[in-house]
Every structure is written in structure tokens, then in C-alpha cells.
């Protein structure tokens, strides 16, 4: 070619100057070639990034993907009808514009995709536009691909995304990618990695994303061990969620629902339901109502629990938030111990009583059966109607007609509370009529070298 290797000579043209000219021409290369350039770096890595030619390429491509309107140097467009992998936003021209090169570069490598994503996002990419090529990467290379090649492409777009804003990944993507994930055998780091991204989201979770079955090889019909690890993970990235009581809320609300699906598992363990049960804070309920029915559903379908086992899993109640006609559903619930039931009776009491103590002085209801026209209502904890004059110099809490109805629901509850004092004493009362038998029937036995002693029944 008659050049020189070296921009020392002033007789010949250099090539080295030639080449740095071209390269810094490159952003002014028609888009195609732009693409054959990334192309040819992919089968000359790793020569082309110690080199510098691929930081040059990543550099070109930025430059026309900002071209937008009429100037897009291709005609595809990833928003067909084809793209619905994780695109929950309807189709716009604007976005259009925006991914009209997602076509162009979904031929390359998931090694390849990785590099360039993570090098567009360290020159500024858009987070959002950087995560939908991920996402439609996927949808057109994992259909057809074998067990080797998925797990190539889903190992490097979780790599990809773990380096995206939080607000740019959608929940529904996340768990595509898992259920896609679920069948292979993911290396540990990226499986945590995944596990930890759902978690941050775990508030925009369906129950529908939560049912992910079991892995092969188990009884039950359900991963629940997944699901705990997602509480984990949002529980370590909210905080405890202290400063986010509506999350948490959320959560727990769906915690509710999930406990309604699985609790008929018959495979479940109670260890694990006890887990599901206990993993969130007391704030995450309002009320446990849900629970409470939750663990019925469970008790109904392991009718071999031991009462101690059943209150463990009844720790994760909070009796004084079930509603009174939960408390008095579990008061005569056979399946429940008598001793949860005593204790919801007796936090019901206790609930009574702090309502008739905060309540103020009293004074005594007016004649008339209508309360005055300044009174105004409240209904502490769906128990009872408290008026309060609307004259501002007393103050005084008025109590009205509902003050009959906190003393019938207490006599109810007291009455329901004695009924179960009267249902132990008279267990007693059989217990040791049945110590007395056993007794009279073991004596003519010990006569015999060969007795055996009658298992005991009551201590």
C-alpha cells in the first residue's frame, strides 16, 4: 500500500493517522455501517476493546440513536405487535422514534448486548429506552433457543437491568424473566440478583406473579420458599418499611391473599406456614381477619396438628385486630385450641374496656330520641356511636343510644368467655373421672409378670 506503520515519516502517509481519521469519523458513518462496525467488534473481542475501537463504535452508535422524526435511518420499529414482553405503556410516535434501532442490533450476542448496554448507560442512555431493547432482546431471541443459549441471554440481561433505575423496570417484566428463569438452573449470584430486584418491587406483585409452582422434585404445589425470600429482600431494601406504611400495607394485603391460596395445600409444611404467616410487621394488618380465616382454611385441611403446633401458627394473630364477629366465629371454632380462643375472648374484653374508658365522662343521653343537631358521631373500631356536644365550652362525650349496644356486645362476649371457662372445668372434670378408671383397671394387672401399662392420657 505504500504507507508507513508509523506517523514518524513525513515521506509516506501514515496509516495510524489515517485509521485515528476514520475513527473519528465514525459517527458520521451511515447507520448500517455503524452496525457492521459493532458487528465486527463482536469477532474480534476481545482485541477490539483493548484497543479502543469498541468504546469509538458504542460512541457512533449513541450519535444515531439520537436521530430522530423523518432522519431514522431505518424503517423497523420494535413497537409491533410482536413486542409485548414487558411493555405495559400504549405505543406513541414519540417512543417510536425513540427504538427505531432495536431491530438492527438484536442479532448480536447476549455477551455482546450486555457490553453495549452497559456501555450506552455509562455515556448517558436512557434508562427506560436501555431496558425495553433488554426486554424486546428477549422476546426475539429466547423463542426456538436451547437450555444453553436462555440461560446466556437471561444471565445477561439481568446483569443489565441490575445497573437500571428501579422506576424503569416494571414488575411484570421482572416476573416474566423468572418464570422464563424457573425451568433453568441460573448461576447462584444472578438468581440472587433477580430475587433481590423483585423484592424492591414486591408491592407491585399480583397474586397472580406470586403463584410460581414448585421445582420439580417436590410435593407442594407452590414455591414458597421463593416467596419468603421476596419478603426478605423487601423488607432489607424498605427499611422495615417504617417510613412507608402504604408498602407495607400493600404487602401485607397480598400476603392475605396468598395465605387464602396456599393454606389448602395439603404438602405445606406448617413450619413454612408459620413463616408466611409471622414474616411481616404488626403494621403491614389493619385487621386479621384474613389471617385468621387463612389459618382456618388450614386447620380444616391438617386435621393431625397438635394444639401446640396450632398455636404456634396462631401467633402470627393479633387478636385484638379481628372484628367481633371473627373473635366470636373462633370463640366455637372446634378447630381452633380452647386456649386461642380464650385469649381472643379475653383481648376482645380488654378492647371493651379501653373504648368505655377513653370515652370521657359521661353524662346521661337526652330525653329526646334524636341526638342534637350539633352532635357528631364516631365509631371507634365498628363498636360503638360517640357524640360530642358541638358546644366548644364543655366538651363533655356525649354517649347515645349505641351505649346500650357496648353493653349488650360486652355481656355477649363476657357470656362467651364464661361458656369457655365452664367447657375447661368440665374437661377437667372427665380427665380425671377417665385417671380414675384407668387407675382401678391397671391395679389387677400388676399381678402379672407379663402387664403392659395403658398409655396416659392425662396428667
Not at 121 to 144: M, N
Given at each position: 500500500?505504500?504507507?508507513?506503520?508509523?506517523?514518524?515519516?513525513?515521506?509516506?502517509?501514515?496509516?495510524?493517522?489515517?485509521?485515528?481519521?476514520?475513527?473519528?469519523?465514525?459517527?458520521?458513518?451511515?447507520?448500517?455501517?455503524?452496525?457492521?462496525?459493532?458487528?465486527?467488534?463482536?469477532?474480534?473481542?476481545?482485541?477490539?476493546?483493548?484497543?479502543?475501537?469498541?468504546?469509538?463504535?458504542?460512541?457512533?452508535?449513541?450519535?444515531?440513536?439520537?436521530?430522530?422524526?423523518?432522519?431514522?435511518?431505518?424503517?423497523?420499529?420494535?413497537?409491533?405487535?410482536?413486542?409485548?414482553?414487558?411493555?405495559?405503556?400504549?405505543?406513541?410516535?414519540?417512543?417510536?422514534?425513540?427504538?427505531?434501532?432495536?431491530?438492527?442490533?438484536?442479532?448480536?450476542?447476549?455477551?455482546?448486548?450486555?457490553?453495549?448496554?452497559?456501555?450506552?448507560?455509562a455515556r448517558g442512555a436512557d434508562h427506560g429506552i436501555v431496558a425495553r431493547f433488554i426486554f424486546y432482546y428477549l422476546k426475539c431471541r429466547i423463542a426456538g433457543a436451547n437450555a444453553d443459549d436462555k440461560k446466556l441471554m437471561l444471565e445477561a440481561a439481568i446483569a443489565v437491568i441490575a445497573d437500571l433505575d428501579g422506576a424503569s423496570v416494571s414488575c411484570k417484566g421482572l416476573f416474566g424473566i423468572l418464570r422464563i428463569a424457573s425451568p433453568l438452573k441460573l448461576a447462584g449470584a444472578c438468581q440472587d440478583t433477580l430475587?433481590?430486584?423483585?423484592?424492591?418491587?414486591?408491592?407491585?406483585?399480583?397474586?397472580?406473579?406470586?403463584?410460581?409452582?414448585?421445582?420439580?422434585?417436590?410435593?407442594?404445589?407452590?414455591?414458597?420458599?421463593?416467596?419468603?425470600?421476596?419478603?426478605?429482600?423487601?423488607?432489607?431494601?424498605?427499611?422495615?418499611?417504617?417510613?412507608?406504611?402504604?408498602?407495607?400495607?400493600?404487602?401485607?394485603?397480598?400476603?392475605?391473599?396468598?395465605?387464602?391460596?396456599?393454606?389448602?395445600?395439603?404438602?405445606?409444611?406448617?413450619?413454612?406456614?408459620?413463616?408466611?404467616?409471622?414474616?411481616?410487621?404488626?403494621?403491614?394488618?389493619?385487621?386479621?381477619?384474613?389471617?385468621?380465616?387463612?389459618?382456618?382454611?388450614?386447620?380444616?385441611?391438617?386435621?393431625?396438628?397438635?394444639?401446640?403446633?396450632?398455636?404456634?401458627?396462631?401467633?402470627?394473630?393479633?387478636?385484638?385486630?379481628?372484628?367481633?364477629?371473627?373473635?366470636?366465629?373462633?370463640?366455637?371454632?372446634?378447630?381452633?385450641?380452647?386456649?386461642?380462643?380464650?385469649?381472643?375472648?379475653?383481648?376482645?374484653?380488654?378492647?371493651?374496656?379501653?373504648?368505655?374508658?377513653?370515652?370521657?365522662?359521661?353524662?346521661?343521653?337526652?330525653?329526646?330520641?334524636?341526638?342534637?343537631?350539633?352532635?357528631?358521631?364516631?365509631?371507634?373500631?365498628?363498636?360503638?356511636?360517640?357524640?360530642?356536644?358541638?358546644?366548644?365550652?364543655?366538651?363533655?362525650?356525649?354517649?347515645?343510644?349505641?351505649?346500650?349496644?357496648?353493653?349488650?356486645?360486652?355481656?355477649?362476649?363476657?357470656?362467651?368467655?364464661?361458656?369457655?371457662?365452664?367447657?375447661?372445668?368440665?374437661?377437667?372434670?372427665?380427665?380425671?373421672?377417665?385417671?380414675?378408671?384407668?387407675?382401678?383397671?391397671?391395679?389387677?394387672?400388676?399381678?402379672?409378670?407379663?402387664?403392659?401399662?395403658?398409655?396416659?392420657?392425662?396428667?
Amino acid at each position: 500500500m505504500d504507507m508507513a506503520d508509523t506517523p514518524a515519516s513525513s515521506t509516506k502517509p501514515s496509516l495510524v493517522k489515517m485509521t485515528e481519521k476514520v475513527l473519528e469519523e465514525m459517527p458520521h458513518w451511515p447507520w448500517q455501517s455503524v452496525v457492521d462496525a459493532v458487528k465486527e467488534c463482536q469477532r474480534l473481542f476481545p482485541l477490539s476493546e483493548s484497543s479502543g475501537v469498541f468504546d469509538r463504535v458504542v460512541g457512533a452508535l449513541l450519535s444515531q440513536m439520537a436521530v430522530t422524526g423523518d432522519a431514522t435511518p431505518t424503517s423497523s420499529s420494535p413497537e409491533s405487535s410482536a413486542f409485548r414482553f414487558s411493555c405495559d405503556t400504549k405505543c406513541s410516535s414519540l417512543s417510536m422514534r425513540r427504538t427505531w434501532w432495536f431491530e438492527d442490533l438484536v442479532v448480536l450476542s447476549p455477551g455482546m448486548v450486555e457490553r453495549v448496554a452497559k456501555a450506552l448507560l455509562a455515556r448517558g442512555a436512557d434508562h427506560g429506552i436501555v431496558a425495553r431493547f433488554i426486554f424486546y432482546y428477549l422476546k426475539c431471541r429466547i423463542a426456538g433457543a436451547n437450555a444453553d443459549d436462555k440461560k446466556l441471554m437471561l444471565e445477561a440481561a439481568i446483569a443489565v437491568i441490575a445497573d437500571l433505575d428501579g422506576a424503569s423496570v416494571s414488575c411484570k417484566g421482572l416476573f416474566g424473566i423468572l418464570r422464563i428463569a424457573s425451568p433453568l438452573k441460573l448461576a447462584g449470584a444472578c438468581q440472587d440478583t433477580l430475587v433481590d430486584m423483585i423484592g424492591r418491587k414486591l408491592d407491585h406483585a399480583t397474586l397472580d406473579n406470586l403463584l410460581v409452582p414448585a421445582p420439580s422434585g417436590t410435593s407442594s404445589l407452590y414455591d414458597v420458599s421463593l416467596v419468603l425470600r421476596f419478603l426478605e429482600a423487601f423488607m432489607r431494601h424498605s427499611g422495615g418499611a417504617r417510613y412507608e406504611p402504604p408498602r407495607l400495607k400493600k404487602v401485607g394485603a397480598l400476603m392475605d391473599m396468598y395465605l387464602a391460596e396456599v393454606a389448602p395445600d395439603s404438602s405445606l409444611q406448617p413450619a413454612r406456614f408459620v413463616e408466611l404467616a409471622t414474616a411481616l410487621p404488626a403494621a403491614a394488618r389493619d385487621c386479621h381477619d384474613a389471617l385468621y380465616r387463612a389459618i382456618d382454611v388450614y386447620f380444616q385441611v391438617h386435621g393431625r396438628l397438635t394444639d401446640d403446633e396450632k398455636m404456634k401458627i396462631c401467633k402470627g394473630i393479633n387478636y385484638e385486630k379481628l372484628s367481633p364477629e371473627c373473635c366470636k366465629h373462633l370463640a366455637t371454632n372446634a378447630g381452633f385450641p380452647t386456649r386461642a380462643a380464650v385469649q381472643a375472648l379475653a383481648s376482645q374484653h380488654t378492647v371493651l374496656k379501653g373504648i368505655i374508658r377513653h370515652s370521657g365522662p359521661l353524662k346521661p343521653a337526652p330525653s329526646s330520641p334524636q341526638p342534637p343537631a350539633t352532635g357528631k358521631y364516631h365509631r371507634p373500631d365498628s363498636y360503638s356511636d360517640v357524640g360530642v356536644d358541638g358546644d366548644d365550652n364543655n366538651g363533655q362525650v356525649v354517649l347515645y343510644a349505641s351505649r346500650l349496644d357496648l353493653s349488650l356486645e360486652n355481656q355477649n362476649l363476657k357470656s362467651l368467655l364464661d361458656g369457655m371457662h365452664w367447657r375447661v372445668m368440665e374437661l377437667e372434670k372427665v380427665c380425671s373421672r377417665m385417671k380414675a378408671e384407668m387407675t382401678k383397671m391397671k391395679a389387677p394387672r400388676r399381678r402379672g409378670a407379663a402387664a403392659r401399662s395403658l398409655p396416659r392420657m392425662c396428667s
